[in-house]
């Protein structure tokens, strides 16, 4: 395998284990909002119902679209913003091993961000 090939082979398993992951987090929450439970905390003061629905969006609806590598920069935007927001503000207070958790996230999808889809992706760049 030569270096382009192991490079864009990286990038999809980014994308793949990133995005997977991160869908462990969001479905749980699309589930409570289909169920019609829409409490959920309100950190930055959008309201309940906002803030679950922008956490759906951005914990299923763009890592399926980063996973599938589809507009992966951009869709990795939110991903990040969500993931600062739960790193410094939902658990700002909370000991680095709680916070550990959003800042890989964060981490991550920004390395996604920066990279982009690669070769094996709906954009195929």
Same mark, same amino acid.
């Given at each position: 395998?030569?270096?382009?090939?192991?490079?864009?082979?990286?990038?999809? *398993? /980014?994308?793949?284990? #990133?995005?997977?992951?991160?869908?462990?987090?969001?479905?749980?929450? /699309?589930?409570?909002?289909?169920?019609?439970?829409?409490?959920?905390?309100? =950190?930055?003061?959008?309201?309940?119902?906002?803030?679950?629905?922008?956490?759906?969006?951005?914990?299923? #609806?763009? =890592?399926? /679209?980063?996973?599938?590598?589809?507009?992966?920069? *951009?869709?990795?935007? =939110?991903?990040?913003?969500?993931?600062?927001?739960?790193?410094?503000?939902?658990?700002?207070?909370? =000991?680095?091993?709680?916070?550990?958790? $959003?800042?890989?996230?964060?981490?991550?999808?920004? $390395?996604?961000?920066?990279?982009?889809?690669?070769?094996?992706?709906?954009?195929?760049?």
């Amino acid at each position: 395998m030569n270096n382009t090939a192991s490079y864009n082979l990286g990038l999809l *398993l /980014l994308r793949m284990g #990133f995005g997977g992951m991160m869908l462990t987090h969001g479905i749980p929450k /699309l589930l409570k909002m289909i169920s019609g439970d829409f409490s959920f905390g309100d =950190p930055i003061g959008l309201g309940e119902t906002a803030t679950l629905i922008l956490a759906v969006l951005c914990e299923v #609806f763009f =890592p399926i /679209l980063v996973i599938i590598g589809f507009k992966t920069r *951009l869709s990795a935007i =939110p991903v990040i913003i969500t993931m600062a927001v739960a790193a410094f503000v939902v658990h700002a207070a909370d =000991p680095f091993g709680i916070k550990e958790k $959003a800042i890989l996230y964060l981490i991550g999808f920004i $390395a996604i961000a920066l990279l982009g889809a690669g070769k094996y992706s709906v954009d195929k760049k």
